[in-house]
Each structure stands twice: as C-alpha cells, then as structure tokens.
C-alpha cells in the first residue's frame, strides 16, 4: 500500500524558515521522481518543486533561490527546505510521486507577522 506522509507544519513569520518532509512507503522509492504542490486558499494546485529519482531538479520560477528540494533514498524520504518565506508562501502543501502518482494528505505553511 503506498502511502505519502508529510510533515513539518508551521506557522513562520515573513523571512523565516521552514523544512518539510515527506516519507514515503509502500514502493521502490529511489526509482521514481518526487514533487512538492501546494494549494492556497481560493486558488489552484500548482507544482513548487520536482527531484528525479537520479537527484535533478526544477522549481516553480516563484520560489527558485529560495526553496530546495532533496531527497534520501535510504530513508525513502523526500524533502523541502524553505527559506525567505513570503505570505505568498502560505498554502497547504503536499508531496507527489510513487508507480500511481499518490497524494499525500497535505501540511498546513502558514507566512504571517
């Protein structure tokens, strides 16, 4: 059974810090290319950041310099640190990947002074 496990909610102040994770089970983890979505209020899903199974990555342009994404295939985990957070930040966010395309339930990031 797949499942996609996010952690790391928080609530941050404008310029801070937050790191999420994502643990995953249930498939060949290493085998397959992880992504982060997140989902603000009243708006669409849309993708922040993708890592390859061979560790390449991409970034929405909105949060290229600032967010990283990584991944640790011994612990079958995939990972988002954020770093000079925005309001705009503010959204649930949820990770993606594995042989169906699972969804994890999402953690709350909330920017705000």
């Known amino acids: 059974q797949v499942q996609l496990v996010e952690s790391g909610r928080g609530l941050v102040q404008p310029g801070g810090s937050l790191r999420l994770s994502c643990a995953a089970s249930?498939?060949?983890?290493?085998?397959?290319?992880m992504t982060w979505y997140r989902q603000a209020p009243g708006k669409q899903r849309e993708l922040v950041a993708t890592?390859?199974?061979?560790?390449?990555?991409d970034y929405a342009d909105s949060v290229k310099g600032r967010f990283s994404i990584s991944r640790d295939n011994t612990k079958n985990a995939v990972y988002l640190q954020m770093r000079s957070l925005k309001p705009e930040d503010t959204a649930v966010y949820y990770c993606?990947?594995?042989?169906?395309?699972?969804w994890g339930q999402g953690t709350q990031v909330t920017v705000s002074s």
């Open positions: 890592i390859s199974r061979d560790g390449s990555t």
């Open positions: 993606t990947g594995g042989p169906y395309g699972s």
């Open positions: 249930g498939f060949q983890f290493s085998m397959y290319a």
